[in-house]
């Protein structure tokens, strides 16, 4: 099992144009989220899906957008991207256990500098 | 806004010493956990501790929850240069989301 998987590993925008950052996961996960990493910062929550074909807002969702077409992807859109959108992104993956509890299993990161 | 805060925001040790991290936090909260991150990498999950538990252990790592004073700790025995890494804890309110303190840098020398 490859786990949660993120593509690419590394982009360099300028201020304006778009891109889409794809997360993928083979662990039949029904929770799936987006976190942005600043340095000195901890993770922060983007957007998030409970499940196939919904989308929540996270903490800091302005500039973003989410698609959750499929159960194994969730994809992170910046429809025009911004210098302050430069950050390391990191999607996860997570289901409720028995005792309706979740973990989250984390992709390696996506390095985005907006110039 | 951050729901956790770590202290210290690093630490510096020798291998085979205990390493010590507090996160404390403002809301109540269902559960606490703890994730390590390599330089570089993502994060993983290293244990979780419910509200209504006191102390829990896996393996080398002992996490304590004081929910009346908001705060939690993470001891690590006997470390290890690869414990090197930034250390997380995370807690859930119940929506099944996690939010991130700012982290410990451990530094373990050799």
């Known amino acids: 099992n490859a786990g949660v998987t993120q593509t690419p590993k590394f982009r360099v925008l300028k201020t304006g144009q778009s891109m889409t950052l794809l997360c993928a996961q083979d662990?039949?996960?029904?929770?799936m989220y987006w976190y942005r990493q600043d340095p000195g910062m901890g993770l922060r929550l983007i957007h998030y899906s409970v499940g196939e074909g919904t989308t929540a807002k996270g903490e800091v969702p302005d500039g973003y957008n989410v698609s959750r077409l499929k159960k194994q992807n969730f994809l992170l859109g910046l429809e025009s991207a911004a210098p302050s959108q430069t950050s390391v992104y990191f999607c996860a993956s997570s289901y409720r256990n028995l005792r309706g509890l979740h973990e989250q299993y984390f992709g390696p990161g996506t390095r985005l500098t907006v110039t | 806004s951050q729901q956790g805060e770590e202290d210290p925001q690093a630490l510096s040790i020798q291998e085979g010493e205990n390493a010590t991290m507090n996160c404390s936090y403002k809301t109540s909260i269902n559960n606490l956990q703890w994730y390590r991150q390599n330089s570089g990498r993502g994060l993983v999950h290293l244990i979780l501790i419910r509200s209504n538990e006191r102390e829990k252990h896996s393996g080398r790592l002992r996490v304590t929850l004081d929910t009346s004073k908001k705060s939690s700790s993470l001891l690590i025995t006997a470390s290890r240069a690869a414990d090197t890494a930034s250390y997380f804890c995370?807690?859930?309110?119940?929506?099944?989301?996690?939010?991130f303190g700012k982290g410990t840098m451990l530094l373990v020398s050799p």
């Open positions: 995370a807690t859930e309110r119940g929506y099944s989301t996690l939010t």
């Open positions: 662990m039949n996960h029904e929770y």
